[in-house]
Antibody, heavy 122, light 106 residues
Framework: QMQLQESGPGLVKPSETLSLTCTVS????????WSWIRQPPGKGLEWIGY???????NYNPSLKSRVRISVDSAKNQFSLILSSVTAADTAVYYC????????????????WGQGKVVTVSS | DIQLTQSPSFLSASVGDRVTITCRAS??????LAWYQQKPGKAPKLLIY???TLRSAVPSKFSGSGSGEEFTLTIISLQPEDLATYYC?????????FGQGTRLEI
């Protein structure tokens, strides 16, 4: 059974950089798209971006200037870096796998981490 | 960006009821829509993808329909454990977007 686990600091100061890592177990990171999704307190879900195992990325334009996702295939991990954070970046950050139904040619998020609460505060 | 509007935002129902949640897209997304269930303090859980395909091991009390711009999630025989917030997500074009959620109270 595939499992994803987020790790990293739970408190980040304004203007500094948020850094999280997602460790994938029970399966390989190869061959899939891996994403970060966040949820501010009491609000809905926001897609941050994805990385493919070969390094290809795609980011939400609303965050593109501040975000970078990287992968370490040897460790079966991928990471999120979000720079110049403000209080608006306070959220639960989820990592997730994008699965594919090749017959239907459609995608979905089938495995999620439990979420990492990140607070931006001085 | 494609906007997804869910209705209603809040739904109160009783045990045994059947409920329907609607998700409308700001432009056509074919059948590239997924539904998720999120219980308090937990990560979202995939219920349905491709607008109408039930994920393996998800109870058949959940069903989805629609294509293009209008989609529905139907839950029959409501039970207390169905208390959750339900989200639709479009995976037709980037950036992927979610509906604002429908909070279901039993």
């Amino acid at each position: 059974q595939m499992q994803l686990q987020e790790s990293g600091p739970g408190l980040v100061k304004p203007s500094e950089t948020l850094s999280l890592t997602c460790t994938v177990s029970g399966g390989s990171i190869i061959g899939y798209y891996w994403s970060w999704i966040r949820q501010p307190p009491g609000k809905g879900l926001e897609w941050i971006g994805y990385m493919y195992h070969n390094g290809n990325t795609n980011y939400n334009p609303s965050l593109k200037s501040r975000v970078r996702i990287s992968v370490d295939s040897a460790k079966n991990q991928f990471s999120l870096i979000l720079s110049s954070v403000t209080a608006a970046d306070t959220a639960v950050y989820y990592c997730a796998r994008e699965g594919v139904d090749a017959v239907m040619e459609t995608n979905y998020y089938d495995y999620w981490g439990q979420g990492k609460v990140v607070t931006v505060s001085s | 960006d494609i906007q997804l509007t869910q209705s209603p935002s809040f739904l109160s129902a009783s045990v045994g009821d059947r409920v329907t949640i609607t998700c409308r897209a700001s432009q056509g997304i074919s059948s590239n829509l997924a539904w998720y269930q999120q219980k308090p303090g937990k990560a979202p859980k995939l219920l349905i993808y491709g607008a109408s395909t039930l994920r393996s091991a998800v109870p058949s009390k959940f069903s989805g329909s629609g294509s293009g711009e209008e989609f529905t999630l139907t839950i029959i025989s409501l039970q207390p454990e169905d208390l959750a917030t339900y989200y639709c997500q479009q995976l037709n074009s980037y950036p992927y977007t979610f509906g604002q959620g429908t909070r279901l109270e039993i």
